[in-house]
């Protein structure tokens, strides 16, 4: 048994706690054993919007914010319908929230945000990122990520995600004062240090590998999809331009200008 003196620690996940990082986690945590935020509060991503503003380097620029719009379960059960809390968020934003879930729950593998930038050809259907179809994907996602965090059992359960739900201004200044940034630093030269094991166990090493495999495999299938959904999306838009040219033929042809307007509409072509 170790000395009381000494500083006591944890293992959780392969990741060394002291004390006082546990303390600090439960600090950040309104414990609820057995709730979930989902279960107190409903949350969407109700709407996004373009807005314009200054950036960093004081130059102008355009990007997207998103409405998210919380109502306590509480007062709808007891009849009321009380309008919803509502704030706007940035993507930038939902990055550092689950950036710091990832420092302070590292044994929870915490869910994905959706893409920031188009990354296929068929995504591309706008030069920016403004695109519609685009931004309402993103909405969606952003509102699947908030509901899978607000739903499991420790995460949801987090003051710093309340925070972001529920303070618009204040909020970055809250969460960088809880110092994520400089843990995720230490854990970075923390994991580097185990690639420095003389005897690592046979067991890690095996998963290592295998884990390896199995991501090297799962992008090369990713990349083979990305290749067949480039080429189908290159036969859409070809064909998609074969209703403008019926239209046009059919304006031209006295005969069969009847057949062709037809023909647009049996095939269902733009």
Not at 34 to 39: A, F, I, N
Request: charged share 30%.
């Amino acid at each position: 048994m170790a000395d009381a003196g000494n500083k006591e620690s944890a293992t959780i996940g392969g990741d060394e706690f002291t004390n006082t990082e546990l303390e600090n986690n439960k600090n950040n945590t309104m414990v609820q054993e057995g709730s979930t935020l989902l279960r107190r509060m409903e949350i969407s991503v109700a709407e996004a919007e373009k807005r314009t503003g200054k950036n960093t380097v004081n130059m102008q620029e355009i990007f997207t914010v998103y409405l998210i719009e919380t109502r306590s379960i509480d007062a709808i059960t007891e009849g009321h319908n009380p309008a919803p809390d509502s704030l706007w968020r940035r993507y930038s934003e939902f990055e550092i929230l689950r950036n710091y879930l990832l420092v302070t729950y590292p044994f929870i593998v915490v869910p994905p945000l959706p893409e920031k930038r188009a990354e296929f050809v068929w995504h591309k259907l706008s030069a920016d990122n403004m695109d519609p179809d685009f931004v309402e994907r993103r909405r969606v996602g952003l509102e699947n990520f908030l509901l899978r965090v607000a739903s499991h059992s420790v995460l949801s359960n987090d003051k710093i995600l309340y925070h972001f739900l529920t303070e618009e201004h204040r909020w970055k200044e809250v969460v960088y004062e809880t110092g994520f940034q400089a843990k995720a630093d230490s854990r970075i030269k923390a994991l580097s240090a185990t690639f420095r094991v003389k005897n690592p166990d046979k067991r890690f090493t095996e998963m290592k590998h295998y884990s390896d495999e199995l991501q090297s495999l799962t992008s090369q299938l990713l990349r083979v999809r990305a290749r067949v959904a480039d080429r189908l999306y290159g036969v859409y838009k070809v064909h998609g331009n074969y209703g403008r040219v019926f239209s046009e033929w059919s304006a031209l042809e006295k005969e069969m200008g009847d057949s062709l307007t037809v023909c647009v509409a049996v095939s269902g072509l733009p």
